[in-house]
């Protein structure tokens, strides 16, 4: 029995409105997931990216080791970083995390280290004078004019965090990237192109968003034009 003429799904087309009326859920849970993975992957990846960044400022010996190590773990293929993560945390959604934590560490400590690094020196000596200690001094004046530059970091680190979240459906946990891969692997067109869509969609949505957040966080950037 041939399929009704208006059934896209029957007929395996790329562009289908049947399957997205149809499988909202599906695709709502997998873009949740999606979500999840990227926000968690680069918020952790941060909370360790600062520390980093600062102490390679404040030492510049620590400097060059920080960003040898960061950028080696960057250089892995994620195949191989899911590899050697698997015997540590197994099939699961912290595998997929912890991976994507270490490739944002070369892109968040290299531009949170360029902004501490563009501080002008004067404003430190400035904030000293007036009994600014190391720890104000940091959370006060350094990391707020550090913020674009870091911010810029966020930005790339997020896009990419996106991406790489599709990986993961290697181990059952890609987000979006499940129904890519099991799309791919039945050549289910609707549901791999949706999907692709889907991804695209959120990174340049996030990097959008993002963009806001920088522009309101760092008005004095607009006061000069930039």
Partial sequence: MTAPPDDCLARNEWICG?????????????VLQHLRLTGLSVLVGLALAVPLAVLARRWSWAAGPVL??????YTIPSLAMFSLLLPVYGLSATLVVAGLVLYSLTLLVRNILAGLRAVPEETRQAARGMGYGPVRLLLTVELPLALPAAMAGVRIATVSAVSLVTIGAIVG???????????????????VLTASVLCVVIAVLADLLLLVLQRLLTPWTRAGGT
């Fill in 18 to 30: 049947a399957y997205l009326s149809t499988r909202r859920h599906i695709l709502w849970d997998a």
């Fill in 173 to 191: 946990f890609g987000g979006l990237g499940n129904l890519i891969y099991a799309g791919m692997n039945t050549y289910f067109k609707a549901q």
């Fill in 68 to 73: 040898a190590v960061t950028t080696v773990l």
